[in-house]
Each structure stands twice: as C-alpha cells, then as structure tokens.
C-alpha cells in the first residue's frame, strides 16, 4: 500500500503565541548546506478543519556571524545584539519551552512551495521589571 504523507496545515499570516517545543539537529545533506538546526514552534491556535495545532520550523545554521539566521533568531529570543551573542553565546537548549509571539507571513521556499516563516519574533515570557510611575 503506497504511503501519502502528512499535510500540516499552514499557518496564517499575523501574529500568534507560541511556544518552542523542540530543536532537531538536521545532519548535512544532499543540497550541501551544511549541518543545521530547525527551531520548532507551535502556536496556542488550531485548524478547525483538522484541530491541529498550527506549527512553523525556522532553519538556520550552527554559526553565529553578521549576517546569520541564527544570530537574528537568537537575538531576538534573547534580547542581544549580534555582537553581545558572539562574546556570551546562549545553550540553545534552554528556549525550548519558553513562549513567544510570532510574526507570521507567507512566501515561497526553494521549491516554489508556499510556506508560512517567521518574520518577527517577540519573548512572552520575559521577566518585566516593575517601573515607577
């Protein structure tokens, strides 16, 4: 019996909270990018068609550097510049967990595919400290 694969509903376009639920190692491939880390999120939202909740990956390298997904990812689920992560880089792993509020829009991959990506992203749970009025 032939195998169909899963279609995952597509997330809208806009905002919503969310919260990082895993960061898969993906091993170098056949595209020669080199290995890589995909961030995986999963809004509080769900298709009503399927009830599954919406999720959106976002792929960036292992590097730290300028012009890197992961410095910008990084930087703003941490609150740093890409200069305060190249001198006190974060363990990756303690986000996993944490919520946040994603700016969602759709555009293309590689393939033509439509696809949702993150465009912003926000900490949720931040601690605020208490500011005189």
């Known amino acids: 019996m032939p195998r169909k694969p899963k279609i ?5 376009a806009g905002n919503h909270s969310a919260t990082l639920i895993d960061i898969i190692d ?13 961030f995986d999120f999963e809004s509080d939202e769900s298709d009503p068609e399927t009830n599954q909740k919406y999720r ?4 960036t390298g292992q590097t730290l550097g300028p012009k890197s997904n992961l410095s910008r990812l990084l930087g703003w689920m941490a609150g740093k510049t890409s200069s305060e992560l190249e001198s006190d880089a974060p363990d990756i792993d303690n986000f996993v967990g944490r919520r946040f509020e994603l700016t969602i829009s759709h555009g293309e991959n590689f393939n033509g595919e ?5 465009v912003f992203l926000t900490p949720l749970d931040l601690e605020v400290e208490d500011m005189p009025f």
């Open 56 to 59: 959106v990956y976002q792929f």
């Open 26 to 38: 993906v091993p170098n491939d056949e595209k020669g990018w080199g290995d890589r880390w995909r």
């Open 114 to 118: 439509k696809r949702s990506k993150i």
């Open 8 to 12: 995952r509903p597509m997330m809208p």
